[in-house]
């Protein structure tokens, strides 16, 4: 049977993301329990009940244990860490705080980007969000492209201000159902941001710590182009986050977010799928003419081996919704385009990780345990007659 000391080093290789620590130095291994069938037991300590990275840890703990010789299976469980484990851990840090888990209620993580500008990824996210909100979904946007921010017009927000609760923490705009956070609602409407990264890194960190998200099943992170300072920092801040990646159909958009994609494999985000916008242009009259080629999509989503979520055409309405501030799948669902976007959003929630529900581990009694020569009873014992 392996031995415990054994498993425990192999959790040495669990990070933890965000005190960059593995969890066997930070003290949240909590217990390792073997069997002779080959299935081992581990409880992991997190420092919140609804922890947002809890799936970053089940991922990587299972992956570390399961590749040791002689595990059959592993089961990975969680319990809490109390205010004096709490208070040893800050010690042990030299921190004041440990991280209070603002994206605890949040179900998934969706960033989307393209890799370069000018493909309608912003137009798409807008859209996207509020397709998932008419699906019954709880649904929040960050606009991360702090360069060139557009999502609070195409929600009609401007540049308010939003409001900070008695908690101290950032409370988002909400338009159409969407919880919105922009850098745009902090400047003068329309003004240019001339930062460097680490001034990015900070509010990106804020917008994703300080603001008070809530209960969310989807939060979408609209991503500005390239795959630099900002994607890096979003892939350390959210390590449980999947990426999709918007494309044209022509191949130059394609090569591009082929890069993307590079990049998403790079900080281990995993891509949720591809989607090909601007997939031909329809006229008013119902007529269609493929501007941009056709394919390209496809053709990235078959390299990549993930699903193509959909082809969202160009049409007027789409664009004229977006510059009133109001997302075309609410004005006009049945527009070719909006169809399309509420054919992503049906890919991405069927897409989308279903957490099955852990059943707790119940200790018999002392003197109700069997005896050691007694077979351990498997399923429902009836009482006998």
């Keep these: 049977m392996i031995g415990k000391d054994q498993i425990r080093a192999a959790l040495e290789a669990v990070i933890d993301p965000e005190l960059h620590r593995s969890i066997v130095e930070l003290d949240m291994v909590r217990s390792i329990e073997t069997s002779a069938n080959g299935v081992v037991d581990v409880t992991v300590s997190l420092t919140t009940p609804g922890c947002p990275i809890k799936g970053h840890f089940q991922n990587a703990v299972s992956a570390a244990v399961s590749g040791l010789e002689g595990v059959a299976h592993v089961n990975v469980y969680f319990d809490v860490l109390d205010d004096r484990q709490k208070a040893a851990l800050q010690q042990k840090l030299g921190r004041a705080s440990l991280p209070a888990g603002s994206l605890a209620q949040v179900a998934n993580v969706l960033c989307v980007g393209s890799g370069k500008g000018g493909v309608g990824k912003s137009t798409l996210t807008a859209n996207l969000a509020a397709a998932l909100v008419g699906e019954g979904k709880h649904v929040g946007v960050l606009d991360a492209d702090v360069w060139g921010y557009s999502i609070p017009r195409m929600y009609g927000l401007g540049s308010t201000r939003p409001p900070v609760s008695p908690q101290r923490k950032i409370i988002p705009l909400e338009a159409h159902g969407v919880k919105v956070m922009s850098i745009g609602f902090f400047v003068e ?42 994607s890096m920092t ?39 799928g591809v989607v090909e916008n601007m997939s031909g242009f329809i006229t008013p009259s119902g007529e269609r003419f493929a501007i941009f080629g056709e394919g390209g999509g496809q053709e990235l989503a078959d390299e990549l081996d993930v699903p193509m979520l959909g082809r969202v055409p160009l049409t007027m309405p789409l664009r004229e919704q977006s510059d009133e501030g109001l997302p075309l799948v609410i004005e006009d669902p049945q527009d070719p385009a909006a169809q399309a976007i509420h054919q992503v959003a049906r890919g991405v929630m069927a897409s989308s990780p279903v957490e099955l529900p852990v059943l707790p581990l119940v200790e018999l009694a002392a003197e109700a345990a069997p005896s050691a020569a007694s077979p351990k009873p498997v399923g429902m014992s009836l009482p006998m007659a």
């Design 189 to 230: 409407e329309d003004a240019a941001v001339v930062w460097r990264g680490p001034m990015l890194h900070k509010a990106l960190t804020q917008f994703l710590q300080d603001v008070d998200w809530g209960a969310l099943d989807y939060l979408l992170v609209d991503l500005p182009p390239g795959t630099g300072d900002v």
């Design 234 to 272: 979003l892939a350390q801040l959210l390590p449980q986050a999947r990426f999709l990646i918007v494309t044209t159909p022509q191949p130059t958009a394609q090569k591009v977010a082929r890069r993307a994609a590079q990049m998403a494999d790079k900080v281990s985000l995993e891509i949720a």
